[in-house]
């Protein structure tokens, strides 16, 4: 069974400054995708980001960035230029690759808080 | 495109007392996701269906919780004879298909007293 871990319960930064959320997760597939969703308070997740395993390059979008070391088992999220709405609950998630199995593998998620 | 509805929004129940959620996916959407979170935990998937096929349950649903999706559109989640373990925010999702991604609505919160 594939387990996600996030070590981080808690992150805060300042406005404008860039931040570094922490994933590991573990596997025996070489096959999978790996997210970032974002849950602000009281309201629905969004996608923040997503990774696919066979990819070499790390994804972006916009000042969202991951950093993707398959060996190491490793996915960390990089927030740049952090604004006051980025503030919410961050969850690192798995989803495997093979037919039928699609559910998502959440780890426990880092609440990240904005200072201004 | 409205995106995923779920209803109620919270329910309070009694402890033995059965409980039905209802959440109607994305239009085009043949996949139903339904996950369940704790306070203080990443949701946890409970069962998903394409179209109104149950493809596959978890552990965690016990023979207390029963799920469908009668034609393929709205899904609904039962659960029979409410225990105080039962509360948590029931979230559902939906996607175009395996490789899309899961759009999730705002989640049932269900408290049992």
């Known amino acids: 069974a594939q387990t996600v871990t996030q070590s981080q319960p808690e992150m805060s930064v300042q406005e404008a400054e860039t931040v570094t959320l922490s994933c590991t997760y573990d596997t025996s597939e070489s096959d999978y995708y790996l997210f970032w969703y974002k849950q602000p308070p009281s309201r629905q997740m969004i996608l923040v980001i997503r990774q696919e395993a066979y990819k070499q390059q790390n994804a972006t979008e916009n000042r969202f960035s991951v950093n993707f070391q398959k060996a190491a088992k490793s996915f960390s999220l990089k927030i740049s230029d952090s604004q006051l709405g980025d503030a919410a609950m961050y969850f690192c998630?798995?989803?495997?690759?093979?037919?039928?199995?699609?559910?998502?593998?959440f780890g426990t998620g880092t609440r990240l808080t904005i200072i201004p | 495109d409205t995106g995923v509805s779920q209803n109620p929004r919270h329910k309070i129940t009694k402890r033995g007392q059965n409980v039905t959620f209802r959440c109607d996916p994305i239009s085009e959407h043949n996949r139903l996701y339904w996950y369940r979170q704790t306070l203080g935990q990443g949701p946890e998937f409970l069962t998903y269906?394409?179209?109104?096929?149950?493809?596959?349950k978890s552990r965690l649903l016990s023979d207390r919780f029963s799920a469908e999706r009668p034609k393929g559109s709205f899904s609904t989640l039962e659960i029979q004879r409410t225990e105080q373990g039962d509360s948590a925010m029931y979230l559902c999702a939906s996607s175009l298909s395996p490789e899309y991604e899961q759009y999730f609505g705002p989640g049932t919160r269900l408290t049992v007293t």
């Open positions: 998630a798995y989803r495997s690759e093979n037919f039928g199995n699609e559910k998502l593998t």
């Open positions: 269906f394409q179209n109104e096929a149950q493809l596959e």
